[in-house]
Each structure stands twice: as structure tokens, then as C-alpha cells.
């Protein structure tokens, strides 16, 4: 019997007395805060579309791209918010805990935003 035998595009080894399929997954990435909670909102509310990427094998790949985008959004977001309220480097200097207390405000708005652009979609 041969080691090794091809069917179908898969490659099969030869164990004991049975083929087994010599299978590799796709490249897995690191997913951050909003792939993670991408995740969690397709499995309770996108089940369809959940079993549809996992069964792909395109559901890392996705959840990844989400948490990029999302994590650039913010970041975009973050400063023009500051900008509009006018929060500045100037108030840091002469009030840092009312910068803080604003920057906070801004950074839970911006990701208010992305959540609900990006990730709950």
C-alpha cells in the first residue's frame, strides 16, 4: 500500500491501516477587543452568517479585519472629537484632570461609534 495517496485535491496518509487527511488550517491571527466582541454578536444574533464563516474557514480572517478597522476608526475618531470640544494640550497643561475626565468622555464616545458602525453590524 502506498504512504501517501491524493483524492479530491487531499492529500491522504496512510496510518496503521486507514487513510487520514492531512488537513492545515488557515493562517490563525491575533484578534483584539472588537473581534472578540464581533464574535459574540454573531453568535447571538448572526447565527446563519456565524456557521457560514466558521465553516469557510474565513471566521479568523474576518474577525481580524474587524478589530484593524475598528481600532483605526477610533483612532481617527479620537482626535477630531477633541478638536470639536476643544481639548487641547493647553488644557492638559493647565487642568489634567478635566483633560482626562474629557479624554475619557471622548474615547467611550468614539468607541461608542465604532461599535455600532463596525462591530454590531
Request: proline share 2%; with cysteine.
Amino acid at each position: 500500500m502506498k504512504k501517501y495517496i491524493e483524492q479530491n485535491g487531499i492529500i491522504y496518509e496512510l496510518r496503521g491501516e486507514q487513510y487520514y487527511p492531512l488537513l492545515d488550517l488557515p493562517e490563525q491571527k491575533e484578534i483584539g477587543k472588537y473581534g472578540r466582541l464581533h464574535l459574540e454578536y454573531l453568535k447571538e444574533h448572526r447565527k446563519g452568517r456565524y456557521t457560514n464563516l466558521l465553516s469557510e474557514g474565513v471566521l479568523n480572517q474576518r474577525l481580524y479585519e474587524i478589530d484593524v478597522e475598528a481600532k483605526a476608526m477610533v483612532e481617527c475618531i479620537i482626535p477630531r472629537l477633541a478638536a470639536e470640544r476643544g481639548i487641547d494640550e493647553n488644557l492638559k497643561a493647565h487642568d489634567m484632570l478635566r483633560w482626562v475626565s474629557e479624554m475619557n468622555n471622548i474615547k467611550t464616545s468614539a468607541e461608542e461609534i465604532v461599535l455600532r458602525e463596525v462591530v454590531y453590524v
